[in-house]
């Protein structure tokens, strides 16, 4: 019989186990609704501003205390367990947690559809990623050092950089000197519906969101196209694909 739980302290230790865990969720959600509080009255340009200062303070604060408790050591604010970890071990760690981040977005997506249905999910599907995509560009912007108008090398080197460039198959091809062309060759969510007989996900809408408003955050002059995105048709070799081109 359990006993009765009136504090922290009369947990068991399972129980001190998974509290631990949710306060680490309610830490990333507070995190959140900072960032997204000041990009709603300050707007995203002082939200950015803001969080590249909180978050590597707050990193560099959790990691310490973390590795006080647990017994790692940081060597340049990187845990030193990563840092023993070979490059195999390391790329296994990146790709699950890139698979983490798509499944957690499958998630989310689901828990809207299936309480308010297809329409609502894709209506905060795409309003999620006119924020996200951004977002991601300015964080892998910041990662490779790329400056305010890298134009369409930048742009590349970018979109190799994003999480789905892990657990996804994607390509390019240079469409004369102030363009390329950008293919998804193989995309995992397709791919897993394509196995069960299911038709594409209707994901141009979100798409066009998700691609104009990434390329823009990378280089206000590059203009984005879409030559096909389901449910448009498109052959086999591809499930989507964009233009990209830079304004004379």
């Known amino acids: 019989m359990t006993l009765p739980v009136n504090t922290i302290d009369d947990l068991d230790q399972p129980q001190t186990a998974r509290l631990i865990m949710d306060v680490m969720h309610r830490t990333i959600i507070h995190y959140a609704l900072w960032f997204t509080e000041i990009r709603h009255q300050m707007g995203m340009e002082k939200a950015l501003e803001c969080l590249s200062e909180a978050s590597s303070r707050s990193l560099g604060i959790q990691l310490k205390r973390l590795g006080k408790i647990l017994g790692f050591e940081l060597q340049d604010g990187i845990p030193v367990p990563l840092l023993n970890m070979d490059k195999k071990e390391l790329a296994a760690l990146l790709d699950g947690a890139s698979i983490n981040w798509l499944a957690n977005d499958g998630v989310w997506?689901?828990?809207v559809e299936f309480t308010n249905g297809m329409n609502d999910?894709?209506?905060?599907?795409?309003?999620?990623?006119a924020h996200f995509s951004p977002f991601e560009a300015w964080a892998i912007r910041r990662f490779l050092d790329l400056g305010d108008q890298p134009g369409l090398d930048g742009l590349k080197k970018a979109l190799s950089?994003?999480?789905?460039a892990r657990i996804n198959v994607q390509s390019f091809e240079d469409d004369g000197p102030d363009a390329f062309i950008f293919r998804m060759n193989d995309c995992r969510v397709q791919a897993a519906r394509k196995a069960k007989n299911l038709d594409d996900y209707p994901c141009k809408s979100g798409?066009?969101?998700e691609y104009t408003y990434f390329a823009r955050a990378i280089d206000p002059r590059i203009q984005?196209?879409?030559?096909?995105c389901p449910p448009d048709d498109h052959p086999d070799a591809w499930y989507c694909a964009w233009r990209f081109s830079l304004k004379p």
């Open 109 to 111: 997506f689901q828990s």
């Open 121 to 129: 999910a894709k209506r905060c599907n795409d309003s999620c990623w």
């Open 207 to 209: 798409g066009l969101v």
């Open 224 to 228: 984005t196209e879409c030559i096909g």
């Open 161 to 164: 950089f994003r999480i789905y």
